[in-house]
Nanobody, 119 residues
Framework: QVRLIESGGGLVQTGGSLRLSCAVS????????MGWFRQALGKDREFVAA????????YYADSVKGRFTISKNHAENTVYLQMNSLKPEDTALYSC????????????WGQGTQVTVSS
């Protein structure tokens, strides 16, 4: 497991933007992929986006395609989630996660950062 530290959440108006960061602390990430998940109050956690660490393929939930962009910076050992055109339904606790191999579950999780979109 690796230690993941998220930052960048906050309060934004509908249509605004935020960029979340997820830094791998204490070691250089050498796993398979990192992803972003979110959990709104009273709802189950849901997948948002993921990126393969070595070759950079990206994957998105339908609800965020065209609005969110996941990216990585190997030198900074960090994954980013650029969120544009935010909607009130994007309000949630956003967490990043990492997995070691293609078939594995995400087994390292950060504490999360709150994103609140006001209408």
């Amino acid at each position: 497991q690796v230690r993941l530290i998220e930052s960048g959440g906050g309060l934004v108006q509908t249509g605004g933007s935020l960029r979340l960061s997820c830094a791998v602390s204490g070691s250089t990430f050498s796993g398979f992929a990192m992803g972003w998940f979110r959990q709104a109050l009273g709802k189950d956690r849901e997948f948002v986006a993921a990126i393969r660490w070595s070759e950079g393929s990206t994957y998105y939930a339908d609800s965020v395609k065209g609005r969110f962009t996941i990216s990585k910076n190997h030198a900074e050992n960090t994954v980013y989630l650029q969120m544009n055109s935010l909607k009130p339904e994007d309000t949630a606790l956003y967490s990043c996660a990492a997995k070691k191999t293609p078939g594995a579950a995400y087994d390292s999780w950060g504490q999360g950062t709150q994103v609140t979109v006001s209408s």
